[in-house]
């Protein structure tokens, strides 16, 4: 998708025709702050509603989307450049997501007792979860429906209103997810919209919200953490990766193709979880070098409805490519598949380097396109070494019969497939996120649900306490027969 600004207007065209696919305002700082003050007069009717009330409405937003998917699609298809079945595919993931954190937003975050000690037998405790009130939602292009939906949603349901910028190049998709909600919700603007470029996300940072979801690159997170310190504005960021694939001796060889090219190349290799990186058991090298060779050759970007790999959406993003492949090459890489010649314009072929250093740039950055680097490694540990080698710490894979959990505990990461891809985004009780360069906090799951919340604490005196403590009526009595209970109780440790 290219974006443009003009006359204070968005001009998003189409990365597969060039055609004008929609224009949007461009909204400035004194705009956010207007969609923030109604977001925050919204929360409060928001947050007053039962969990029962809130989720029965987004269960009515879930319907609305699974009735109209294919239109839903057509957008994202029309704006990322993705081809319609997966864009399709993504917007039904986000389905179950919806259904999880309606229905499990009682039980995560509504009040529950607390277990109290000897010392304060006489008090009864309890704690819930309480909406923040507004949040901003940060969200991506290569998934503009599922990924800030797994923010969204999760805030929502949790009792807060919501403000979201789309991606510049995706706004069209955030606007009818805005929409279709509003039909749902027509009382009160309980989740807006914000369109424009970066300084409309930095005033969005700097505006009065609660806490800011962000999801985009690391350099970018930066930006955003600063901006929001002006504030002391808490956020949660998920950001790039280098994710890789470990494929042991033992592994199902077609099936760790298959999902390497899957990994790496779906989306265009535009996914912050997508593989890049590829060690290989010596024992079966060749024979999975082959395969992976094999299904990646049957992929082919195009703009056509038979091609399997859309354009790049990001046009900046194709030199990027080109520059990781070219530096794999001048390093002493071979592309056993594509290469710098399989760039032409926007579309980038199936392209797999092997014998590539582990300082080259193809290595050490996040490519963000159909590329795949192979490796070749000794044994697991070997494989391990070199995957957590690296500051990002987002997602893996691990092909194996027998040890695949047991070497995935060892990855440094905060999310591990085991003889799969891309599947813990798809369970709606784990939390998504990662460590390091690669971001902090959760979305998803308990864990997403208690993001976007506070803890409040309750404790009530029963009745009055056989040992005054809090009291300067305290007597060295006391004091001494403290001391004497604390000791039989923890002493002996």
């Known amino acids: 998708m290219t974006t443009t600004v003009r006359a204070e207007r968005l001009e998003v065209r189409s990365p597969q025709t060039g055609d004008l696919a929609g224009t949007h305002p461009m909204h400035t700082a004194a705009d956010v702050d207007a969609v923030v003050a109604r977001a925050r007069a919204a929360a409060g009717w928001w947050a007053g509603l039962t969990f029962r009330q809130r989720a029965e409405r987004l269960d009515r937003f879930r319907g609305v989307i699974a009735r109209r998917l294919q239109q839903l699609a057509g957008i994202v298809h029309e704006e990322t450049g993705k081809p319609h079945a997966d864009a399709a595919l993504e917007a039904a993931l986000v389905l179950d997501h919806i259904a999880w954190a309606a229905k499990n937003a009682p039980k995560v975050l509504g009040k529950r007792r607390a277990g109290v000690g000897l010392l304060t037998a006489n008090q009864a405790a309890s704690v819930e979860y309480r909406p923040l009130g507004v949040v901003g939602v940060i969200g991506p292009w290569n998934y503009p429906v599922f990924t800030p939906l797994g923010s969204i949603v999760y805030a929502l349901a949790a009792g807060n209103a919501v403000v979201?910028?789309?991606?510049?190049?995706?706004?069209?998709?955030?606007a009818w997810l805005v929409g279709a909600f509003a039909e749902i919700v027509p009382e009160h603007p309980v989740l807006q919209l914000v369109t424009g470029d970066g300084s409309t996300g930095a005033a969005l940072c700097e505006s009065e919200v609660d806490k800011i979801a962000f999801t985009g690159s690391t350099e970018t997170a930066k930006k955003v953490?600063?901006?929001?310190?002006?504030?002391?504005?808490?956020?949660?960021?998920?950001?790039?990766?280098?994710?890789?694939?470990?494929?042991?001796?033992?592994?199902?060889?077609?099936?760790?193709?298959?999902?390497?090219?899957?990994?790496?190349?779906?989306?265009?290799?535009?996914?912050?979880?997508?593989?890049?990186?590829?060690?290989?058991?010596?024992?079966?090298?060749?024979?999975?070098?082959?395969?992976?060779?094999?299904?990646?050759?049957?992929?082919?970007?195009?703009?056509?409805?038979?091609?399997?790999?859309?354009?790049?959406?990001?046009?900046?993003?194709?030199?990027?490519?080109?520059?990781?492949?070219?530096?794999?090459?001048?390093?002493?890489?071979?592309?056993?598949?594509?290469?710098?010649?399989?760039?032409?314009?926007?579309?980038?072929?199936?392209?797999?380097?092997?014998?590539?250093?582990?300082?080259?740039?193809?290595?050490?950055?996040?490519?963000?396109?159909?590329?795949?680097?192979?490796?070749?490694?000794?044994?697991?540990?070997?494989?391990?070494?070199?995957?957590?080698?690296?500051?990002?710490?987002?997602?893996?894979?691990?092909?194996?019969?027998?040890?695949?959990?047991e070497i995935g505990d060892r990855l440094r990461c905060g999310m591990v497939a085991v003889n799969a891809v891309f599947n813990y985004p798809q369970i709606p009780s784990l939390p998504f996120g990662g460590v390091g360069d690669s971001g902090f906090g959760r979305i998803h799951g308990p864990d997403g649900l208690r993001e976007f919340t506070y803890a409040r604490s309750v404790a009530r005196q029963r009745f009055t306490p056989p040992l005054a403590l809090t009291t300067f009526g305290r007597t060295a009595k006391t004091d001494a027969l403290v001391a004497k209970i604390m000791t039989l109780l923890h002493g002996k440790h």
């Open 164 to 174: 979201f910028k789309p991606s510049e190049f995706t706004p069209g998709t955030g």
């Open 225 to 405: 953490m600063a901006a929001c310190a002006r504030r002391l504005t808490p956020i949660v960021a998920e950001c790039g990766g280098k994710d890789p694939l470990l494929v042991d001796s033992d592994a199902d060889l077609d099936a760790a193709a298959d999902a390497a090219v899957w990994g790496g190349m779906a989306n265009a290799g535009q996914s912050c979880i997508g593989t890049e990186r590829v060690y290989v058991h010596a024992d079966v090298y060749d024979a999975f070098l082959h395969k992976l060779v094999d299904v990646a050759a049957r992929q082919r970007a195009g703009t056509d409805p038979d091609a399997t790999i859309g354009p790049i959406t990001m046009p900046e993003q194709v030199e990027v490519i080109r520059r990781h492949i070219a530096d794999a090459l001048a390093r002493g890489g071979t592309a056993v598949l594509g290469g710098t010649d399989a760039i032409e314009g926007r579309l980038v072929q199936p392209t797999i380097l092997t014998g590539v250093p582990e300082d080259s740039t193809a290595m050490t950055e996040e490519t963000f396109g159909p590329t795949l680097t192979v490796t070749k490694v000794r044994d697991m540990d070997e494989a391990v070494e070199r995957a957590n080698a690296t500051g990002y710490g987002l997602g893996a894979a691990v092909f194996a019969k027998k040890h695949g959990e």
